[in-house]
């Protein structure tokens, strides 16, 4: 039996990031040290399912975007000042969602998502994701977010980006 709890401790936070790495087949360990920074931002909010032996199955989280953010930065500068008013000035960054593969298609995205947005005091809420990822995207879009801007390049990437956003 699966269980979903509030993302806490440390040692989740080194399962997170083991998960990250099998996911997107990589060394890279950065995830570990952006969560800790992140759990200190206004509102941060995270969430894991757990298996019956406690190991991270998926996460999500996310935090009060705000102007100083490195993303808020970033997303700011996509927007004109209405847009900016409308969508970043009281919103919810949705910054992770990763499920392992062999849990996919089994509701447990939706349920971290669900969660996620559940009792945010915020008006709106952005994720960016990768504008070829299908599986993300058809889920997002099961979920009612709708693009915002796209093509979206954050941070020296070549690789197009889409804003997703939804009002809470």
């Not at 969560?35 to 399912?49: A, D, L, Q, W």
């Not at 927007?79 to 009281?90: A, I, N």
Request: glycine share 4%; aromatic share 14%; charged share 30%.
């Amino acid at each position: 039996m699966m269980k979903l709890i509030e993302l806490a401790s440390y040692e989740q936070i080194e399962q997170v990031s083991e998960l990250y790495r099998v996911i997107w087949n990589s060394k890279d360990n950065s995830i570990k040290s952006r969560m800790i920074k992140h759990k200190s931002y206004k509102r941060f909010k995270g969430f894991v399912i757990l298996s019956d032996e406690n190991k991270v199955l998926g996460f999500s989280y996310g935090y009060s975007s705000l102007p100083g953010q490195f993303y808020h930065e970033l997303l700011a500068k996509e927007f004109k000042k209405d847009e900016y008013q409308y969508w970043l000035q009281d919103c919810f960054e949705f910054v992770e969602l990763a499920v392992h593969p062999s849990y996919r298609k089994k509701g447990l995205g939706t349920l971290l998502i669900e969660k996620l947005l559940e009792d945010l005091d915020n008006k709106t809420a952005i994720l960016t994701t990768q504008m070829d990822n299908k599986s993300a995207r058809s889920l997002y879009d099961s979920l009612h977010w709708k693009v915002l801007k796209a093509p979206f390049y954050p941070s020296n990437t070549k690789h197009p980006y889409v804003i997703m956003d939804k009002e809470i």
